[in-house]
């Protein structure tokens, strides 16, 4: 909900940013790949509950999944760039609540089940729709530039980031955000649903 409203604030800088890292010869894919091992670290480190380390992490995983758009900017976009960015944010998403669950399999194995659903209904939601832009033609810039159409959401990348550091924070609480999470996502994906099959009616 929030992506487009904070894009302007952290993009100037991440852009900044990019163009050093770029012009030190680090390539895009290297960030990606950088960024997705901090975030399976930040996983391990929630699973064997060194929490604050994982927020940490958490924190190293977000940086370097904006920045390596930045570098992208600045040198080249790729196929290949965007795929990966794609696919290993959503793993890592999906570990932090299975990191909350190994931690503590008693008290949260089920809401972390019924937030993986809600991400996996979402994320679904999401994707699908971009593959149909991509057969029209349809773009936005909305969310900034990016290798595949970004549909708006109720939850979005801001939202879920700030849960997972709440998560961190009061891990007792970990059941009662994940289950209210999980409502927000189902309305989220719910809404792109009918939005993205209204837009697509009689074709």
Known sequence: MFDAQIRPYIDPPLDRAGRLVAQAGISADTVTL????LGMGAAVAIATGLLLLGLVLIALNRIADGLDGAVARATHKS???????????FVFYGSIPM????????QNALPAAALLLSFYANGSAFLAYAIMAEKRRITTTSQGIKSL?????????????????????????FPILAWGFAAVCFV???????GAAASLKGN
């Open 34 to 37: 950088v960024g997705f091992a």
């Open 99 to 106: 990191a909350f669950a190994i931690l503590d399999p008693a």
């Open 149 to 173: 159409y970004y549909v708006a959401g109720i939850a979005e990348g801001a939202e879920t980031i700030a849960l997972f550091a709440v998560m961190c924070l009061w891990p007792a609480g």
């Open 188 to 194: 989220s994906a719910a809404a792109r649903i009918i």
């Open 79 to 89: 196929d290949r760039g965007g795929y990966l960015d794609i696919v290993l944010d």
